[in-house]
């Protein structure tokens, strides 16, 4: 049963984020949207059966492609959060077009800081050429303030230095650190266009480094191969949103100005 | 005398674009439009991709559970090479929970278009990883001289 509404504050009349059950306060506020790999959605997937989070809260909002998604017979909005005492996980099972990204991040964003979230944690990917002859793959982080980047470089996480970072986990970033709410960025080496659970692997061992947030990931990799074939049809979509939003533009080199 | 005003070739060309992108988009739902598996002929069409360098086309497929020693790749045409790779096991739709739907997959099938002309015939292939990529060496129909 929805006991509360929260009203995105940026757009938006627009969106809608309804709560099925007690919020907690205080907790650790993580993303998983489809991009490159689809390293988010798969960690986020992963990080829900393994810690055994419920539905708390789900996005309603005409900026939403009109479209349910049937689980067990029953409709769920396509944007949810789950969790539980100490995690709340925004995870979306479409791609996110360009255009309405930002109402719909910002209204996930002042959602969570409005139950005083102590950090936000996008988990996403970066992608490398000949990705399949990658014998280790890194991840990198990039952060919302000096203090936040130092953490993340004190428990021995690579920082992304200079470059351009596009879609919803540069939302996240930028919007928090405009408001002040601590937040980070973890990117997993990747396919560009191929769904990659090792990259969602390694992505959530940094995870676990960071906020102690730990699960097994073995039957992720064990999964492999069953995650890649059932991902295609949403991997297929995303490809489509992020050339609309030109992804490509991570590659470029960008003018040091200020 | 025509009240008809006169459109300058900024507002010609900003149409033709919009148009452009239209069809562009219009054309991106038709391909996206249909299925990405085919349930009379059991076969799934694998992801793929195409980056074109200087020299060569590289074209990648994404094919989970493939058995290597069932991969074929060939050239139906000057352009276009067709693949098909057996997968390991059968894949059913319930398999993902879906039960509106009744089939089986073992086979991964796509064809695919080359945007640049190149030699077919001097075509490599490897799979690491899952990861079928086939590189082709790009054809130099012409070169115009630097005066």
């Given amino acids: 049963m929805v006991s509360r509404v929260f009203w995105g504050m940026n757009l938006s009349d627009e969106v809608k984020i309804l709560e099925k059950k007690e919020v907690p306060l205080g907790a650790i506020m993580l993303y998983g949207f489809p991009d490159v790999g689809l390293v988010g959605v798969i960690a986020a997937s992963h990080l829900i059966s393994e810690l055994d989070l419920r ?32 995690i709340l996980l925004a995870v979306s099972e479409t791609a996110i077009s360009a255009d309405t990204i930002y109402p719909i991040m910002n209204a996930l964003i002042d959602w969570g800081k409005g139950k005083n979230v102590r950090m936000m944690v996008s988990l996403s990917g970066i992608p490398i ?4 002859d990658a014998q280790e793959l890194k991840v990198f982080a990039a952060a919302s303030s000096p203090e936040m980047l130092k953490m993340v470089q004190d428990k021995g996480v690579e920082i992304l230095n200079e470059g351009y970072m596009v879609g919803p986990q540069a939302i996240v970033l930028q919007s928090c650190a405009r408001i002040g709410l601590p937040a980070i960025t973890l990117l997993g080496q990747c396919f560009l266009n191929y769904p990659d659970p090792e990259a969602a692997a390694k992505v959530l061992k940094e995870l676990a480094n960071i906020t102690g947030v730990k699960v097994d990931v073995s039957k992720l990799l064990e999964k492999g191969d069953e995650i890649r074939l059932r991902a295609r049809d949403i991997m297929k979509r995303t490809q489509q949103e992020m050339s609309k939003m030109k992804k490509t533009r991570e590659y470029d080199i960008p003018v040091y100005v200020s | 005398m025509s009240s008809r005003k006169k459109r300058s070739i900024f507002d010609i060309m900003g149409e033709y674009f919009e148009n452009l992108e239209e069809m562009a988009e219009q054309l991106e739902e038709t391909l996206m439009g249909r299925p990405s598996w085919n349930q009379k002929a059991c076969t799934m069409e694998p992801l793929h991709d195409i980056m074109v360098t200087p020299t060569e086309a590289i074209v990648t497929f994404d094919l989970p559970y493939t058995q290597e020693n069932t991969i074929q790749v060939k050239p139906i045409d000057k352009n276009t090479i067709e693949i098909s790779a057996k997968m390991r096991r059968r894949i059913r739709f319930d398999d993902f929970g879906i039960t509106h739907y009744k089939g089986e997959f073992q086979t991964f099938h ?12 001097k075509m490599e292939i490897r799979f690491k990883k899952g990861i079928l990529e086939v590189r082709l060496p790009r054809k130099r129909e012409y070169i115009i001289p630097i005066e």
Avoid: K, W
């Fill in chain 2, 110 to 121: 796509c064809h695919t278009r080359i945007p640049v002309p190149v030699y077919m015939d």
């Fill in chain 1, 129 to 132: 050429q000949d990705r399949q």
């Fill in chain 1, 55 to 86: 539905e708390i809260a789900y996005m309603d909002s005409r900026l939403l492609p009109p479209m349910i998604v049937l689980h067990e017979g029953l409709p769920h909005s396509p944007i949810r959060i789950f969790g539980n005492h100490d």
